[in-house]
């Protein structure tokens, strides 16, 4: 029964311990990005993920099935809480890929990521998605109850490509800043 706990137990702190790393990442990611280019377009990205890690934060204090505020999600404000979060998420989702897009658009100064890294960002994303899928079909448990949904531990999973892509970036510090025309 030891066995039982101990892998309970052991495989909730890892996989709670990868998507807080997957958000950390993309903080340090949006921070190199802002200390290179000042900016709206910057500040948006460092936004969005400090939004989705707090989010997240959030949603695994309230709701972690080993020490949560509301492990049975019984409270009367859970639903609220529940709706709030989610949408919380959805925004620092939004702002970090407004940002990131709106910061690769094409001008002059810009060195485009390597191909190789484009290509194997977007396959292991499909990959890693896939796989994860397959498994969560195969291993679902309706007892083990994650602080999040599936979907969001699978999407943090697959983002990990996307997160070492960001971070790997290169970014000269004695070459100047491009220029960047404000939007707004």
């Given at each position: 029964?030891?066995?039982?706990?101990?892998f309970f137990y052991g495989g909730d702190a890892i996989l709670s311990l990868?998507?807080?790393?997957?958000?950390?990442?993309?903080?340090?990611?949006?921070?190199?990005e802002y200390r290179w280019i000042r900016g709206r377009i910057s500040r948006l990205q460092l936004e969005g993920a400090?939004?989705?890690f707090l989010s997240t934060v959030a949603?695994?204090?309230v709701l972690n099935q080993f020490f949560g505020l509301d492990r049975l999600q019984s409270?009367?404000?859970f639903y609220w809480f529940n709706r709030g979060e989610l949408g919380l998420f959805f925004v620092g989702l939004?702002?970090?890929?407004?940002g990131f897009f709106l910061s690769r658009r094409p001008r002059p100064g810009l060195k485009p990521w390597d191909a190789g890294i484009k290509r194997?960002?977007?396959i292991s994303f499909f990959i890693i998605m896939g796989f994860s899928i397959l498994l969560w079909f195969y291993l679902y448990a309706r007892w083990f109850n994650f602080a999040w949904e599936y979907w969001r531990v699978l999407f943090s999973m697959a983002l990990?490509?996307?997160?070492?892509?960001?971070?790997?970036q290169e970014r000269n510090p004695s070459v100047l800043p491009p220029e960047i025309n404000e939007l707004v």
């Open positions: 029964m030891m066995i039982y706990y101990v990868l998507v807080f790393v997957l958000y950390i990442l993309l903080i340090i990611g949006a921070i190199k400090i939004i989705m949603k695994w204090v409270e009367e404000w939004v702002l970090f890929g407004l194997l960002t977007v990990y490509p996307f997160a070492i892509g960001y971070l790997k």
